[in-house]
């Protein structure tokens, strides 16, 4: 309430959302227009990223706790017809996983600083264009709009993928492609048979308009799968995750740290189980189960990789699994779990991404099985690994437990004990891998690889980066309620409500 | 109570050692690192101590206690609601003195032992940090608060298992460590849904107040949680069949195999069922499972103790035999018994490990103990403070040993017919028990030396003074008795059988310890007769009985076991069957199946690799300019040419 007075800053309310989804966009032409002279794109995307991720932040700032409904909404005509509405707006759902985009990019473009020699021009441009696009998803209540955003996201992830592609780029490119392109097909056409039979692609009503149940079973049903289908391809859901572990392997760092999870979850949360209740408490069950298998067999596949990417790879199925399963448990407290969940991956991962790419500039491979022996070696990277692996397997005061017993104890008293228990040995499994993990990569007696270079620890931009995510870690830990109170004030699915009202 | 405890600053002060020698101690001095590491320990120790006598003082004290104190929400959503909240009990007020205390004598020991090192500031960091969360495990008012100190003290002990990261044996035994105790925490955090689930909260009171309400309430879903904490408590505690961890754990420097695989993070095991004792009370099923489980560990340890001849191996299943006492005691209900020989256990096991520390010392490093012999003279102090904790774990009159393992004795024999059978366990195992450590203390200090490129020297005095101490409280640590002990701890464990009231007591007690005094006189008469009178004689034993033999000395082939069942087969289902035949046959099969229609947009696809950077910023302008068509066109128009009209609802 002390900002109230504020009238300055309160006078960017109604179009922060703007601002926030234009920036980057704009930073992309500056980008273009600019000679690629040395780092200088580079520095015009950190530049823009700062500023951006400073303007996601007055979002929760000013976000009103207790008030229903969206927050910082615009809703404009944009186009008559079909009526396509410049609609945006942040409810509790998607507060953080703009802040997340907006944290996220400049991780991303100090990882790429240096993994990124050539092109680099065209490569912060369509960062930024990418940028731009999450920001949409997660912002946009039109349902063409949302879905311009959806498309866009994935076309300058394609093309960064077959140009920068470590190994093997077009081929994990036409994978990622044909993996996600094609199921947006489906979607498209149900947004427009939504409209068809509603003349709207506003997302308030159209939620009302379905819950009346005025449209026809059938195709709605339909309808919502293709959704669902587009949603769990992007995830990924077992077992449509058959791009993941080719896409992280070959994909720039910093893209490949945004590519799975939060675009498919989120969309998840909003736009099948927000949009289609009913159509989704009657394929549960089947995610459910699909989740639990995907939390195991991921975490099995990732025990026996012997590439670090691939490794990645599937234990982001495990941990993507973990969340859907939280999704579509279908409780109040399981999707709290899940949508915090969502960030404490998502940092954790991308702390991941950045130190393994640190790796990979150093030493020029993924190959586990040729490191060994690096912690004495670089002390501050092995540092920084261990909490990040901690973080990851869910140690207790580090962010992912939370979100993690959030969701295995809702899904064991709300949904399935003996999932929850089969879901819960992914617990075990997380911590097998992941410290074999930095056993072979940073302990045992130095290896030819290790020796061959000078010590070579952690750069400033390197540290600047992984330590605050490190101590973000530790705060998302300790302090949930920060979080959480804004997660708690969405706008729900309107069958979600009862557990909740305590 | 008037005023704040201030329990906070018991975990914090060593997590601000951790913080500042964690971060900064390699640029520090040294003496800096000491000093810091020292203080936080000793300031943590020094406000247990200012609080328990202010309350003796106070004759108020059985009053005031417990003392909760919260210090604000930790995740409150939903239906949950935990707190950092911090309980000062008896309980708790016992359990912080033994690791505080004794954890305050291991780090001045360890500026001796350590000096040498490379990462000492390493070292005491992390010591600092098990310090931190062994005192939030004790102090935890709820059981998620606990985890949080379960799962943390098993951080700390992969880390300091670990600390010689560059020898691979002690990286695996590490991550050994880790995982194995990730497989009771995971029965553990079953057991803490089914509480949620149950009791609707995680706080130990109000758990203990719902089962107060509802007496008739017992066995069923009160069996499956307690079976739950149980398998948590066995992978921290070291039990059948999660103990594989704690012989390996050996590779660890000596210090923290006294502080943390002895004396306090493998006895939280046995604090935790204490602290849950009311829901284990419930279940009659589950109390026998802690004490058949206890006892079985206890006599299954105590054989392979025999024949291990790395001193601290031997040391190492003598704290899972000595903590299957523990359990045994818990399991039949007596847990201030139990509670008791964890705290002379403390004393004594710790002091076996230091001094064993220093006989390693003095050896320049040697562990095997066919290599000692004759050090009787060259190190007497260490001599003297190991053969006064080699009586009390043997359980000689008057050591601390003999009061709290005839406590548990006692007990075990007074608990029905199965009792007699647990107590009979317990009497062979004292045995053993009596039998291992005299030939370790012959082996080490007797004879002729059979090592002579060595010259062993006494440690310096920040080792002895921690020996020394922890010797005195090995003879005198049991003299309070375990009536005292119990009546101190009534308030939270429940009363306990007092032998002095009940019928005939008395006589069955002294009974009872003349006959374990005696089982102990017999190990050591063994002992003496093998390793003293013939030497020779353990080589033809052994060459006499060459299966039993090799059995003990591969310990039952169980590493072998789980390797075998679990490991292997979980490693080669992954890789052959999940990763071969379904991720890459069914399901990449799949999908290029269906991509097969798609081959087309592969082929245009294949344009991309042209590398011509024209050619991709004109697939992006294609690409935006289909998002234009898509916004642009008319669809109403181009839909009603389908026959589809819009606006038929809504609006």
């Given at each position: 309430m002390a900002w109230r007075g504020n009238e300055k800053v309160n006078a960017i309310n109604p179009s922060i959302l703007t601002l926030i989804l234009l920036l980057p966009l704009a930073g992309a032409g500056l980008v273009m227009l600019l000679p690629d002279r040395g780092k200088l794109p580079a520095w015009i995307t950190l530049f823009i990223s700062l500023i951006t991720f400073g303007l996601t932040l007055h979002l929760p700032a000013y976000f009103a706790l207790g008030q229903h409904g969206f927050q910082f909404e615009i809703n404009k005509p944009w186009i008559d017809s079909p009526a396509i509405f410049y609609h945006v707006g942040v409810d509790g759902l998607s507060l953080w996983l703009v802040v997340l985009v907006g944290l996220l990019a400049p991780v991303g473009v100090l990882a790429s600083w240096n993994a990124i020699k050539e092109r680099r021009k065209i490569y912060y441009a369509l960062f930024l264009v990418q940028q731009t696009a999450m920001f949409g998803v997660f912002i946009s209540l039109d349902l063409m709009l949302y879905y311009g955003f959806w498309e866009l996201s994935l076309v300058p992830m394609a093309i960064l993928i077959a140009m920068y592609g470590r190994k093997d780029g077009p081929k994990a490119a036409?994978?990622?492609?044909?993996?996600?392109?094609?199921?947006?097909?489906?979607?498209?056409?149900?947004?427009?048979?939504?409209?068809?039979?509603?003349?709207?692609?506003?997302?308030?009503?159209?939620?009302?308009?379905?819950?009346?149940?005025?449209?026809?079973?059938?195709?709605?049903?339909?309808?919502?799968?293709?959704?669902?289908?587009?949603?769990?391809?992007?995830?990924?859901?077992?077992?449509?995750?058959?791009?993941?572990?080719?896409?992280?392997?070959?994909?720039?760092?910093?893209?490949?740290?945004?590519?799975?999870?939060?675009?498919?979850?989120?969309?998840?949360?909003?736009?099948?189980?927000?949009?289609?209740?009913?159509?989704?408490?009657?394929?549960?069950?089947?995610?459910?189960?699909?989740?639990?298998?995907?939390?195991?067999?991921?975490?099995?596949?990732?025990?026996?990789?012997?590439?670090?990417?691939?490794?990645?790879?599937?234990?982001?199925?495990?941990?993507?699994?973990?969340?859907?399963?939280?999704?579509?448990?279908?409780?109040?407290?399981?999707?709290?779990?899940?949508?915090?969940?969502?960030?404490?991956?998502?940092?954790?991962?991308?702390?991941?991404?950045?130190?393994?790419?640190?790796?990979?500039?150093?030493?020029?491979?993924?190959?586990?099985?040729?490191?060994?022996?690096?912690?004495?070696?670089?002390?501050?990277?092995?540092?920084?690994?261990?909490?990040?692996?901690?973080?990851?397997?869910?140690?207790?005061?580090?962010?992912?437990?939370?979100?993690?017993?959030?969701?295995?104890?809702?899904?064991?008293?709300?949904?399935?004990?003996?999932?929850?228990?089969?879901?819960?040995?992914?617990v075990i499994l997380s911590a097998a891998y992941m410290l074999w993990l930095v056993q072979r990569i940073f302990y045992g007696p130095q290896g030819a690889l290790a020796a061959s270079r000078p010590p070579d620890d952690l750069r400033i931009g390197e540290s600047a980066v992984l330590w605050p995510l490190a101590v973000l870690m530790l705060v998302m830990g300790l302090a949930p309620s920060l979080w959480m109170r804004t997660i708690e004030n969405r706008v729900s699915a309107i069958h979600i409500h009862q557990e909740g009202q305590r | 109570m008037t005023g704040s405890l201030h329990l906070w600053l018991i975990p914090l002060l060593p997590f601000a050692g951790f913080l500042i020698n964690g971060l900064l101690g390699r640029r520090l001095p040294k003496a800096l690192v000491t000093a810091v590491a020292l203080l936080a320990s000793l300031g943590s120790f020094g406000v247990v101590l200012i609080n328990v006598f202010s309350m003796l003082g106070s004759i108020h004290m059985p009053a005031s206690l417990p003392v909760v104190e919260t210090f604000g929400t930790w995740i409150n959503t939903g239906a949950l609601h935990i707190d950092f909240s911090f309980v000062l009990d008896q309980l708790s007020i016992i359990m912080l003195l033994v690791v505080t205390g004794v954890g305050f004598l291991i780090h001045i020991y360890s500026v001796g032992y350590m000096a040498h090192e490379e990462g000492y500031w390493r070292f005491f960091a992390y010591m600092n940090l098990f310090m931190f969360f062994m005192t939030v495990l004790v102090l935890a008012g709820n059981a998620l608060l606990m985890f949080v100190g379960w799962e943390g003290v098993g951080l700390a002990s992969y880390l300091l298992i670990g600390f010689y990261f560059q020898r691979t044996s002690a990286a695996d035994a590490g991550k050994k460590a880790f995982i194995v105790n990730r497989i009771g925490d995971f029965g553990f955090l079953i057991g803490l849904f089914l509480l949620l689930a149950n009791f609707g909260t995680l706080t130990f009171s109000e758990i203990s107040a719902k089962l107060a309400a509802n007496p008739a309430w017992t066995g069923g879903v009160l069996t499956a949680i307690a079976l739950c904490l149980l398998l948590g408590?066995?992978?921290?505690?070291?039990?059948?069949?999660?103990?594989?961890?704690?012989?390996?754990?050996?590779?660890?420097?000596?210090?923290?195999?006294?502080?943390?695989?002895?004396?306090?993070?493998?006895?939280?095991?046995?604090?935790?069922?204490?602290?849950?004792?009311?829901?284990?009370?419930?279940?009659?099923?589950?109390?026998?499972?802690?004490?058949?489980?206890?006892?079985?560990?206890?006599?299954?340890?105590?054989?392979?103790?025999?024949?291990?001849?790395?001193?601290?191996?031997?040391?190492?299943?003598?704290?899972?035999?000595?903590?299957?006492?523990?359990?045994?005691?818990?399991?039949?209900?007596?847990?201030?018994?139990?509670?008791?020989?964890?705290?002379?256990?403390?004393?004594?096991?710790?002091?076996?490990?230091?001094?064993?520390?220093?006989?390693?010392?003095?050896?320049?490093?040697?562990?095997?103990?066919?290599?000692?012999?004759?050090?009787?003279?060259?190190?007497?102090?260490?001599?003297?403070?190991?053969?006064?904790?080699?009586?009390?774990?043997?359980?000689?009159?008057?050591?601390?040993?003999?009061?709290?393992?005839?406590?548990?004795?006692?007990?075990?024999?007074?608990?029905?017919?199965?009792?007699?059978?647990?107590?009979?366990?317990?009497?062979?195992?004292?045995?053993?028990?009596?039998?291992y450590m005299f030939r370790l203390w012959y082996l080490a200090f007797t004879g002729e030396s059979r090592s002579h490129d060595v010259r062993p020297h006494e440690s310096p005095w920040s080792m002895l003074g921690p020996l020394s101490l922890l010797a005195l409280l090995s003879v005198v640590g049991g003299w309070i008795g375990i009536d005292r002990f119990g009546s101190f701890l009534a308030p939270v464990l429940g009363e306990v059988g007092n032998s002095a009231t009940a019928p005939g007591g008395k006589q069955l007690d002294i009974m009872l310890s003349i006959i374990a005094v005696a089982v102990a006189l017999i190990g050591w008469f063994i002992a003496d007769r093998l390793y003293r009178q013939k030497p020779d004689s353990p080589a033809r034993i052994a060459a006499a009985l060459p299966t039993g033999y090799s059995v003990l000395v591969h310990k039952y082939y169980v590493d072998e076991i789980y390797a075998m069942t679990i490991v292997r087969p979980l490693l080669f289902m992954s890789k052959y069957f999940l990763e071969w035949v379904v991720d890459v046959g069914l399901l990449g099969g799949a999908a290029w199946m269906l991509a097969g229609s798609a081959t087309l947009s592969g082929a245009i696809l294949q344009r991309w690799q042209s590398g011509n950077l024209r050619s991709y910023a004109a697939w992006l302008a294609v690409g935006a300019a289909a998002l234009l068509v898509f916004v642009f066109v008319p669809w109403s128009t181009v839909l009603a040419n389908f026959g589809i009209h819009l606006g038929m609802a809504g609006q």
């Open positions: 036409i994978k990622f492609f044909l993996f996600t392109f094609i199921p947006s097909a489906p979607l498209l056409v149900a947004i427009l048979w939504l409209y068809a039979r509603t003349g709207s692609f506003n997302f308030s009503d159209l939620q009302v308009l379905i819950a009346s149940g005025s449209l026809p079973a059938t195709p709605l049903a339909w309808v919502a799968l293709a959704f669902l289908l587009a949603f769990a391809v992007k995830v990924p859901v077992f077992p449509l995750h058959g791009w993941l572990a080719d896409t992280f392997s070959e994909a720039p760092v910093a893209l490949a740290m945004v590519v799975a999870g939060k675009l498919g979850l989120y969309s998840m949360l909003r736009f099948h189980v927000g949009l289609f209740p009913d159509q989704a408490r009657a394929i549960a069950p089947l995610l459910i189960a699909l989740a639990v298998i995907g939390i195991l067999y991921g975490a099995c596949l990732a025990l026996v990789q012997r590439d670090f990417w691939r490794l990645l790879a599937f234990a982001a199925l495990s941990h993507l699994s973990l969340i859907t399963l939280g999704i579509y448990g279908l409780t109040f407290t399981g999707w709290n779990g899940a949508i915090y969940q969502i960030l404490n991956h998502e940092t954790i991962d991308a702390s991941l991404f950045v130190l393994l790419g640190v790796l990979e500039i150093r030493y020029a491979t993924s190959q586990i099985a040729s490191y060994g022996g690096l912690a004495n070696k670089i002390p501050r990277t092995a540092t920084l690994f261990v909490i990040t692996s901690l973080a990851m397997i869910g140690l207790p005061m580090l962010s992912s437990f939370v979100g993690e017993f959030l969701i295995l104890s809702s899904t064991f008293t709300g949904v399935s004990r003996g999932l929850a228990i089969a879901a819960t040995l992914g | 408590a066995a992978g921290k505690s070291a039990q059948l069949p999660l103990y594989v961890w704690l012989p390996d754990a050996m590779e660890g420097p000596t210090p923290v195999s006294a502080l943390i695989h002895a004396a306090t993070m493998v006895t939280a095991g046995v604090y935790m069922i204490a602290r849950t004792h009311t829901l284990f009370d419930r279940s009659p099923f589950a109390l026998g499972v802690v004490a058949i489980v206890g006892a079985a560990t206890a006599l299954f340890a105590a054989t392979i103790g025999l024949v291990q001849n790395d001193i601290k191996r031997v040391l190492a299943y003598s704290t899972i035999s000595q903590l299957g006492y523990m359990f045994l005691g818990c399991g039949v209900a007596a847990y201030s018994a139990a509670i008791f020989h964890l705290m002379t256990h403390a004393f004594f096991k710790a002091l076996l490990f230091l001094a064993a520390g220093s006989v390693i010392h003095a050896m320049g490093g040697e562990q095997d103990l066919r290599k000692m012999g004759g050090l009787r003279n060259k190190i007497p102090i260490t001599f003297w403070t190991m053969t006064a904790a080699v009586l009390a774990i043997a359980g000689f009159f008057p050591f601390a040993g003999f009061f709290s393992k005839d406590a548990i004795l006692y007990e075990a024999f007074q608990h029905g017919g199965s009792g007699k059978v647990l107590w009979f366990v317990g009497v062979v195992t004292a045995l053993l028990t009596s039998f």
